[in-house]
């Protein structure tokens, strides 16, 4: 929820302007000791690779990934004896002003430039992750289009490529939860507030002698007291006041638009008194209904 990725673009003139990539992955492919300064996300389609990160080494089989976090020597090299295909990314969780010729790694022969690596925020972790990926077919189709945004360097597909990013990194890490308690039967999915406040809608459509709030949400089987708790912390405002809400929005309309007397318009927008409709309605305008009318009409 926290996280903003967004792709690395490269400096200079080149013609891909992010390090985005898919390629395949050639029998005796292997990367040089290296450190990058930002993330680095690979997804192994139909290869596999070892990846020596310090003092570890991951197998990276077909249908996992992994995530290099900066600042760590590390290199790669492919244990199958013909070609597969690997995607690739550079990013970083957060938005980083970078200069255009900033650099993204640095080779063993070169001496790291400490300073400008980008470690993750404290809620992303900061060790490599490592895992098999969730939905391969979902996954691939993801990263094409991740290729395929950051390779035009427009700027419109490059906004494009940030949610794509984005809802590739959740594809591959978040686990969706089971909800802990079936839904009962009938249940839209929607929360009860939610829910509350469909049958209020119904509610305040309604002639006075079908406005029974009460009695139209004794379907929810919680008591009405719960019930306007329930409805007040989502919404801020009670059952009723979000009926008069309503209300008083149909009435400013046909104050404007009818010749309905007050008395008239009180009975259908299904108010009972129009001393009651005269308080309300001045209460959250700050006008009698005559007034706001008389404001239309001058």
């Known amino acids: 929820m926290k996280a903003a990725p967004c792709?690395?673009?490269?400096?200079?003139?080149?013609?891909?302007?992010?390090?985005?990539?898919?390629g395949r992955c050639p029998s005796g492919f292997s990367t040089p000791l290296r450190m990058i300064y930002d993330h680095e996300l690979i997804i192994y389609?139909?290869?596999?690779?070892?990846?020596?990160?310090?003092?570890?080494?991951?197998?990276c089989t077909p249908n996992t990934f992994i995530i290099i976090p900066p600042g760590?020597?590390?290199?790669?090299?492919?244990?199958?004896?013909?070609?597969?295909?690997?995607?690739?990314?550079?990013?970083?969780?957060?938005?980083?002003?970078?200069?255009?010729?900033?650099?993204?790694?640095?080779?063993?022969q070169n001496r790291p430039s400490y300073e400008l690596c980008h470690p993750a925020p404290d809620f992303v972790p900061h060790e490599i992750q490592h895992g098999k990926i969730p939905v391969?077919?979902?996954t691939y189709k993801l990263a094409r289009k991740l290729q395929s945004l950051t390779s035009t360097g427009l700027p419109h597909e490059m906004?494009?490529?940030?949610?794509?990013?984005?809802e590739l990194l959740i594809q591959l890490l978040d686990v969706p939860e089971q909800a802990s308690d079936p839904a009962p039967p009938g249940d839209t999915g929607y929360s009860?507030?939610?829910?509350?406040?469909?049958?209020?809608?119904?509610?305040?459509?309604?002639?006075?002698?079908?406005?029974?709030?009460?009695?139209?949400?004794?379907?929810?089987?919680?008591?009405?007291?719960?019930?306007?708790?329930?409805?007040?912390k989502a919404?801020?405002?009670?059952?009723?006041?979000?009926?008069?809400?309503?209300?008083?929005?149909r009435a400013k309309a046909l104050l404007k638009n009818s010749e309905l007397n007050v008395a008239e318009i009180c009975f259908v927008i299904?108010?009972?008194?129009?001393?009651?409709?005269?308080k309300i309605f001045r209460k959250m305008i700050g006008k009698t209904p005559s007034e706001y009318r008389s404001g239309f009409r001058s």
């Open 45 to 59: 389609r139909n290869c596999t690779c070892c990846l020596e990160f310090e003092d570890r080494e991951f197998i």
């Open 235 to 249: 919404y801020g405002v009670s059952p009723l006041r979000y009926v008069h809400a309503q209300q008083i929005t």
């Open 72 to 108: 760590k020597w590390h290199s790669e090299r492919c244990l199958r004896s013909r070609a597969g295909d690997r995607y690739w990314c550079h990013f970083d969780w957060q938005f980083q002003n970078l200069q255009p010729d900033s650099p993204v790694m640095s080779f063993a």
């Open 136 to 138: 391969p077919s979902k």
């Open 159 to 166: 906004l494009l490529a940030g949610p794509a990013l984005h």
């Open 7 to 22: 792709v690395r673009p490269t400096g200079g003139q080149d013609a891909v302007l992010s390090h985005t990539a898919f």
């Open 192 to 232: 009860l507030a939610s829910r509350v406040r469909q049958i209020l809608d119904v509610v305040a459509s309604r002639p006075p002698e079908n406005l029974m709030m009460s009695k139209a949400l004794s379907q929810f089987n919680y008591s009405y007291e719960h019930l306007c708790r329930v409805f007040k």
């Open 270 to 278: 299904g108010m009972n008194s129009p001393a009651y409709f005269t």
